[in-house]
């Protein structure tokens, strides 16, 4: 598709960096929460790139950027490299389980009886197995007999070689088992050697993040099917329309139960502030991916009904993570690491159309908040300094940041590249 003109970013600065703060959702306090903010009337996705890589962040139309070395739990931008993601041990687990459910509609703890299988009471052994126990048949009048027959078998002092003990073997039977005893100690190392070679190419050969995924997909008459519809809310498509009710009541359900909001406080215009209204225009480039950049919704549908909403903005360089919220019935299926699992693979999906998609922005990371950490879990992660706007991997920083709140990652000689701006190319309304 031909790339479409877009227009000027326009926004409206409401400032507010400087103290006293607003109460802060991480540490509770009242008034250290501080940073700058703006409303933005309309953006482009390539301003708002732009903003994100110099640590700004979006809640509807409201831009913010925290005060990194004022306020109290300062928010670090990290992004997570998705063509280079690891999976960890914990990520696959989640994402067998989600399958297991799919497939065989098993909860999280619940294991399936084989059919006709009984447990053994008393702890007695299982009568076919190797640990059935031995019963002695012999009478005593029998074992008494078989005693004395046996001692007069033993032969007594100097009469001649011991029946109990093996012959003495010839020295050509020795050699020969000596050379078998090589031959098979040789046999046995290159099979350790073929068996270690194997092994490096069956971790080669194992399952991709998408291999995984998919597996639900290839399997016939799963219990359960699921299907992930992504909407464009910005401009509202028809599907985002047709199914706001559905997903606004899941979304008023998750704010009541996981957040404690009162029934009042999740309405419907507030809905629409906080995930409906974006200020990214909708556009189309050549080389880009096929659904446009901008604003979208992720409807995560199992058996035709919505049980969570992705709400991600797809931009020049990245996936970027809004929010995501579930039916709190669904809570076993660990939702937020499952979608978190499925937005990367969307990002290598994506990179096949437009090659300079590359990254998963998960918002922010903010290492004085213990629950927050998990965002560093998906490796290869880096966050932004926040005096030059350089990318770290997050192994580097942590170490800084279990020191101080606030630090800088790039080298003291490192200037801010990006910070020079050409006025002229700036209007300014009053």
């Not at 020795?174 to 971790?203: I, P």
């Not at 290839?218 to 299907?227: G, I, V, Y």
């Not at 979608?339 to 903010?366: C, H, Q, T, W």
Request: glycine letters at 6%.
């Amino acid at each position: 598709m031909a790339e479409e003109s877009v227009g000027p970013g326009i926004v409206e600065w409401y400032g507010g960096g400087d103290r006293p703060g607003h109460r802060c959702g991480y540490c509770k306090s009242t008034d250290s929460n501080v940073s700058d903010g703006m409303w933005a009337h309309n953006l482009t996705v390539q301003d708002y790139q732009d903003l994100i890589d110099r640590g700004w962040r979006r809640s509807g139309q409201y831009c913010y950027k925290p005060k990194m070395d004022t306020t109290c739990c300062p928010h670090y931008t990290i992004k997570q490299d998705a063509l280079n993601f690891k999976m960890s041990k914990s990520h696959k687990k989640i994402i067998k389980q989600f399958n297991k459910f799919l497939i065989h509609g098993k909860k999280k703890g619940e294991h399936d009886m084989p059919e006709g299988e009984e447990s053994v009471k008393g702890g007695g052994a299982d009568p076919g197995s190797k640990e059935e126990t031995s019963v002695d048949h012999n009478s005593p009048k029998e074992d008494k007999s078989m005693e004395a027959e046996q001692i007069k078998k033993t032969p007594k002092p100097g009469l001649g070689a011991d029946p109990t003990k093996p012959k003495c073997k010839k020295a050509k039977d020795l050699r020969r088992e000596k050379k078998l005893a090589k031959q098979t100690e040789k046999r046995q190392t290159e099979t350790q050697a073929d068996n270690t070679e194997q092994s490096k190419q069956q971790k080669s050969q194992e399952k991709t993040l998408e291999d995984l995924l998919r597996e639900p997909e290839q399997t016939e008459n799963c219990a359960h099917k699921l299907e992930i519809r992504l909407v464009r809310s910005e401009p509202a498509s028809e599907e985002f329309t047709r199914s706001f009710t559905p997903a606004h009541n899941v979304y008023h359900s998750y704010q009541m139960i996981i957040h404690k909001d009162p029934p009042n406080k999740p309405s419907v215009a507030q809905y629409t502030r906080f995930l409906c209204d974006s200020p990214l225009e909708e556009e189309y480039r050549e080389g880009g991916p096929p659904m446009g950049y901008g604003s979208f919704h992720q409807h995560y549908l199992l058996d035709g009904q919505i049980i969570a909403v992705g709400v991600i903005d797809i931009l020049p360089s990245c996936v970027s993570s809004v929010y995501l919220y579930y039916d709190p019935d669904y809570d076993f299926l660990s939702l937020g690491t499952y979608s978190a699992l499925r937005e990367i693979a969307f990002v290598r999906e994506l990179n096949k159309k437009a090659p300079d998609l590359k990254y998963y922005y998960m918002g922010y990371y903010i290492h004085s908040c213990p629950k927050m950490r998990y965002k560093g879990q998906y490796y290869p992660s880096f966050l932004l300094c926040p005096e030059v706007f350089s990318w770290h991997p997050i192994e580097e920083c942590s170490p800084k940041l279990d020191k101080n709140r606030y630090s800088r990652f790039a080298d003291p000689d490192k200037e801010d590249e990006g910070g020079r701006v050409d006025l002229d190319s700036v209007m300014i309304f009053t």
